[in-house]
């Protein structure tokens, strides 16, 4: 068993960055798998990306080279540094833990999720 807390969302210009972080009860943080995704208004929650337990690093297409995910086992925490941000990747942020390494980009391959933490971006 493991619970999430997200934290870290807000309203921020375009253009400007957020750092999302996704605490970890339990002490077993190491052997799972992260994700990190996305549900804007009216629209299916999406991937955003993962981080497996063996630091397998995957993000959706839309968020390449702008967003990074990093995890840190000591902390029981891992990260989602949101740079150049657009209106479009205004949603709730949910982060999710995994025991699997494989198909990490699906909503089903997760058991565990966050609340979520809501991303605005103003234009």
């Known amino acids: 068993q493991v619970q999430l807390v997200e934290s870290g969302g807000g309203l921020v210009q375009a253009g400007g960055s957020l750092r999302l972080s996704c605490a970890a009860s339990g002490r077993t943080f190491s052997s799972y798998s992260m994700g990190w995704f996305r549900q804007a208004s009216g629209l299916e929650r999406e991937f955003v990306a993962a981080?497996?337990?063996?630091?397998?690093?995957y993000y959706a297409d839309s968020v390449k080279g702008r967003f990074t995910i990093s995890r840190d086992n000591a902390k029981n925490t891992a990260y989602l540094q949101m740079n150049s941000l657009k209106p479009e990747d205004t949603a709730v942020y949910y982060c999710?833990?995994?025991?699997?390494?494989?198909?990490?980009?699906?909503?089903?391959?997760?058991?565990?999720w966050g609340q979520g933490t809501q991303v605005t971006v103003s234009s």
């Open positions: 999710a833990a995994t025991k699997t390494i494989i198909l990490l980009t699906r909503k089903s391959s997760y058991g565990y």
């Open positions: 981080i497996s337990w063996s630091n397998n690093i």
